[in-house]
């Protein structure tokens, strides 16, 4: 079992960044990390994800060029860095990992694919 902590939300105005961390520990044999966010009454959003064997990046179509997944292995933290941020990328945002066999049906943003959350970490842009 992988635990996930995220952290880096808070308070920031359209236009603004911000850079999310989540970093993982116990046994890190997933096959794949992604971020996912929910906002309220609203289904939880797979947003993007990253292969740990090759270091695949995949993104949504509603983040794609404005939000970068990395990883950094030494310190065994995955990051989403967030830019020109809009009131809608306003929610509560997690990470999560999941086996091999997510590359079977390659439903990256699906949750029921990932077996392991973090606690999530509170995005509110604002102004």
């Known amino acids: 079992q992988v635990q996930l902590v995220e952290s880096g939300g808070g308070l920031v105005q359209p236009g603004g960044s911000l850079r999310l961390s989540c970093a993982a520990s116990?046994?890190?044999?997933?096959?794949?990390i992604a971020w996912f966010r929910q906002a309220p009454g609203q289904e939880r959003e797979g947003i993007s994800c990253l292969i740990s064997s090759d270091g695949s990046t995949y993104y949504a179509d509603s983040v794609k060029g404005r939000f970068t997944i990395s990883r950094d292995k030494a310190k065994n933290t995955v990051y989403l860095q967030m830019n020109s941020l809009k009131p809608e990328d306003t929610a509560v945002y997690y990470c999560?990992?999941?086996?091999?066999?997510?590359?079977?049906?390659?439903?990256?943003?699906?949750?029921?694919?990932?077996?392991?959350w973090g606690q999530g970490t509170q995005v509110t842009v604002s102004s």
């Open positions: 999560a990992t999941a086996p091999e066999r997510i590359s079977y049906s390659g439903n990256y943003y699906l949750p029921n694919e990932y077996d392991s």
């Open positions: 116990g046994f890190l044999n997933y096959y794949a």
